[in-house]
């Protein structure tokens, strides 16, 4: 007796294709957004190693006397033209007075000689000798010079006292405030330093391999360590020139080389300069923060397509010299 074994036993069952189709579609789509990454990774000029930075105004006496007045406090903002320092001005004071007496005393004694001279000049030769009036006319003269040096004493006098008051130079912020009121101001040494708050700019140190694709114009941006806000900004130059480690000589002058791989070659960064366009009223800029700046390739050229004037740093560059007959 023969049996018959049910319908489809036995047979190999077919696996649905969509689930394979969806993991190849998965998969392609990884590999293109992957390449995609790598590409934007590799071409697009960005860089992690940013740092804000701002113009510095070091405030330095030009006198030296005793501190009497400090009316700014440390990390306050200052405008223009504010009072930082005031110099105990007591000794220019009298600097000034004596300067002025002399210039009266020498003024009183040019106008002597002038009339001395200038009465033996209308004698005769019987009444005054030729000798005689030009002694008298060569003392006007020398009455003259000492009269002018008075004055510029006195001029000297008055820069002087003027100079015991130090005002800002520039809008910024008091930074670092180690003098207080009673310390002695020596002349030429560093007083206070005040952090020009209209400089501010972020250098980005990018790879050399990248500078191809940076010009002047092109838009950047900005993001801080410190803040989740991302600042737009503009190129506005590139760095020409980095330290070169084998230039400098060793004690008996000989020429330091660093030894390198020859499989191995590390990509210089050179600094590129983008100022902010626009600094949101929640972000704080201080000099050596940590930025991130990436660049807008071709940005500077499609701005100039659309019309847009070009950027006056984007200067051309110096025409080359003729060569000689």
């Not at 689930?19 to 590799?42: F, I, N």
Request: charge should be negative; glycine fraction near 8%; include cysteine.
């Amino acid at each position: 007796m023969t049996t018959t074994n049910p319908a489809g036993e036995g047979q190999t069952p077919r696996r649905p294709l969509l689930p394979v189709l969806l993991t190849l579609c998965v998969l392609a789509s990884a590999g293109v957004l992957g390449w995609w990454m790598w590409q934007a990774y590799m071409e697009t000029p960005w860089t992690r190693d940013g740092t804000v930075r701002a113009y510095v105004v070091t405030v330095t006496p030009q006198v030296s006397g005793r501190i009497v007045e400090l009316p700014v406090k440390d990390d306050r903002y200052v405008h223009k033209g504010d009072v930082l320092v005031v110099i105990e001005p007591d000794d220019y004071q009298i600097a000034l007075a004596n300067a002025e007496a002399a210039v009266a005393r020498a003024k009183a004694d040019l106008d002597n000689k002038q009339a001395e001279a200038q009465r033996r000049a209308e004698l005769t030769a019987i009444a005054v000798s030729k000798e005689e009036q030009q002694s008298f006319a060569a003392g006007a003269d020398m009455a003259a010079a000492a009269y002018q040096q008075a004055q510029a004493n006195r001029d000297q006098a008055k820069l002087n006292l003027s100079r015991t008051r130090i005002v800002s130079p520039v809008n910024g912020y008091v930074t670092n405030l180690l003098a207080q009121a009673g310390d002695f101001a020596t002349s030429g040494q560093r007083v206070l330093s005040v952090v020009d708050s209209d400089s501010f700019w972020v250098d980005g140190y990018f790879e050399e391999s990248v500078l191809n694709g940076i010009r002047p114009g092109d838009t950047a941006k900005v993001s801080l360590m410190a803040y989740p806000e991302t600042l737009t900004g503009h190129v506005t130059g590139i760095g020409r020139g980095i330290a070169i480690p084998n230039t400098q000589p060793d004690g008996l002058g000989l020429a330091t080389v660093n030894p390198v791989f020859t499989w191995v070659r590390l990509a210089q960064r050179v600094p590129v300069r983008v100022v902010l366009d626009d600094v949101p009223p929640s972000v704080t800029l201080a000099a050596g923060l940590t930025a991130t700046v990436s660049i807008v390739s071709g940005s500077a050229s499609a701005n100039a397509s659309q019309g847009g004037a070009a950027p006056v740093e984007a200067a051309a560059a110096p025409p080359k010299p003729s060569p000689a007959p």
